[in-house]
């Protein structure tokens, strides 16, 4: 390994994604990045009560971690989806991070929310898991963050690449103007807005500053995400960037030229609607996630909510 890049130092480089740094060089660069994304874009202000979406892995932790050094005062939310083997082990571990932070936790789980876990839903559903899980985990998100005012989440810029390629893969241009370290394009009363402080740093950095830090989280996936259009974008990225290093922050920094003018354009014609059913934001008479679960009651279910659903 080659010596650490900041000009006063000579200790080896510890990790070498961008340039090499040494462990403590590395922190102050990860963290400033962080910071200066957070200043650049207002994504938290001194009246904000924040709360963070945590799954226990390494980006959630790593913004945990982050904002309650600098802001103080904030909460963890935990959604557990019911998926063995993953989520219950992922939840331990953030259960200890915030009890040795003393971070208050929130969970809430699709069985108590929706009667029923992912697993179960996942024998009677022939959509592919994440886009279950997906809109259920958007849903109970924001109706368990009501009383605070953002929603900090460990999105990173490989996820970020990934999201802008999905919609422009999918032509959904409407979908992509909701993107951004700053996510919405008009303000729902209903809403909680969502804020992406790692929206910059690399999946690899921030597994890297996870580890130095010593979070005591696991590098582990979730078994559905092989299944997933995003797995695919995200394979088809990770070549790419390989043979042609800086592809994903190319498409990240050129996205956000074109970011306020797509805003701008949706904003004008958003139509503000909510679900009848249970009241959160929706874009159609009945919202995603009423449909899944309204689906899920029924004796033969799914097939109706996959063709209502390929509607929106
Ligand atoms: Fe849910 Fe898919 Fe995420 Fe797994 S990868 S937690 S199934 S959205």
Redesign the pocket.
């Known amino acids: 390994m080659v010596s650490c890049s900041h000009s006063k130092c000579g200790e080896n480089g510890v990790i070498n994604v961008t340039n090499p740094y040494c462990k403590s060089h590395f922190i102050k660069y990860f963290e400033s990045k962080v910071a200066a994304t957070i200043k650049k874009y207002k994504l938290i202000g001194k009246n904000d009560k924040i709360i963070v979406a945590c ?1 226990g892995g390494k980006d959630s932790t790593t913004v945990l971690y982050l904002l309650n050094k600098w802001f103080g005062n904030v909460t963890a939310l935990a959604i557990d ?1 019911g ?1 063995p083997s ?2 219950n082990l992922t939840l331990e571990d953030l259960r200890s991070f915030c009890n040795r932070n003393k971070i208050p936790l929130k969970t809430v789980s699709y069985k108590e929310a929706f009667g029923f876990s ?1 697993h179960e839903a996942l024998k009677k559903v022939t959509v592919l ?2 886009n279950i ?2 809109t259920l ?1 958007r849903y109970l998100l924001n109706s368990a963050a009501k009383g605070f005012t953002k929603i900090a989440t460990g999105h990173n810029l490989d996820d970020e690449a990934q999201s802008i390629m999905m919609n422009f893969f999918k032509g959904n241009l409407e979908l992509a103007a909701r993107l951004g370290p700053l996510t919405g394009i008009v303000k729902y009363a209903k809403f909680v807005p969502r804020v992406k402080p790692l929206y910059f740093c690399y999946e690899k950095e921030i597994a890297a500053y996870a580890f130095l830090q010593n979070f005591g989280v696991r590098f582990a ?5 092989r299944v ?1 259009f995003r797995a695919a974008v995200r394979d088809f990225l990770n070549d790419l960037e390989q043979q042609l290093p800086g592809t994903k922050k190319n498409i990240v920094n050129n996205f956000l030229k074109l970011l306020p003018q797509l805003k701008k354009k949706y904003a004008a014609v958003a139509d503000i609607k909510y679900c009848s059913s249970c009241g959160e934001p929706s874009s159609n008479e009945l919202c995603k996630a009423c449909i899944y679960v309204n689906s899920l009651k029924e004796p033969a279910p799914i097939a109706a909510a996959a063709v209502a659903i390929a509607k929106f």
């Open positions: 799954s989806e998926i993953y989520r992912l898991p994440c899980c997906g985990r996936e979730c078994p559905h995400s997933s």
